[in-house]
């Protein structure tokens, strides 16, 4: 399969069979400096929003890469959408949940300040943090070559996911009905809210569950924070025949 690079600039007018499109920047040189991408390879290059284009490589030096497209791809938006509130958690393990949530086709996360969050961003680190992770985005959407990066949500409180539109689904080992079990129905979008390594406050869960959340549990084990979310991200995609 050909490797993927973004082109958040690509437009319509280079989105068909015979263009050539050109990237530079940084793309650029990871592709020409790292990858070592020569003439003659088949790349593709997206949007980040639904539109891929596939070619032969045709330019590969002085930091420019160009193909030449032969295939061009528009993939829609797909409903319901899955979105991701990962707590903020110590060491690496959000950024893993956020890596892996990628890869599993999430349109979006959300970095949550839960009560019990050993992790804290405030004041500059608010920014480096949602920078970071949509660092994390870009970079694992290209590995998994997907037409779309997820949306990086703003650093979001309790409050502001109980006000969340759509389905919010909360994973607790308390909860009375497995995933399994939760009711799709027609849900535009349903966001998986996971708890740090404390796991959700007894506050929280009531928080949420009293602005229409469910509560739900993945089978008898507790998973670590960075495991919960993907693992709930595969149970839905299966639920939904997207595997």
Do not use: F
């Not at 797909?78 to 979105?83: D, E, F, G, I, T």
């Amino acid at each position: 399969m050909a490797s993927l690079y973004l082109h958040p600039g690509l437009s319509d007018a280079d989105a068909h069979v015979g263009a050539r499109v050109e990237v530079s920047g940084d793309e650029a040189r990871h592709a020409l400096q790292v990858a070592r991408v020569r003439v003659g390879e088949r790349l593709a290059l997206a949007d980040g929003r639904g539109t891929v284009v596939r070619g032969e490589v045709v330019t590969a030096a002085q930091g420019v890469l160009a193909i030449a497209v032969d295939e061009v791809v528009h993939e829609p938006d797909q409903r319901p959408a899955l979105w991701l509130a990962q707590a903020l958690a110590k060491g690496d393990r959000d950024e893993l949940a956020v890596q892996a949530a990628t890869e599993l086709g999430v349109a979006g996360v959300i970095p949550w300040a839960a009560e019990r969050s050993v992790s804290r961003w405030e004041g500059a680190k608010v920014a480096r943090g949602e920078e970071r992770w949509r660092s994390i985005v870009r970079e694992a959407s290209k590995q998994a070559i997907r037409s779309r990066v997820p949306e990086v949500a703003p650093l979001a409180t309790v409050a502001q996911l109980a006000s969340l539109d759509g389905l919010v689904i909360v994973l607790d080992p308390t909860g009375a009905v497995p995933l399994t079990g939760v009711a799709l129905d027609d849900a535009e979008r349903v966001t998986l809210v996971v708890g740090p390594e404390g796991g959700v406050s007894a506050r929280e869960l009531e928080r949420l569950a009293d602005a229409g959340a469910v509560i739900a549990r993945l089978g008898t084990e507790v998973l670590r924070t960075s495991t919960a979310g993907p693992a709930a991200l595969a149970v839905l995609n299966a639920r939904l025949g997207r595997w």
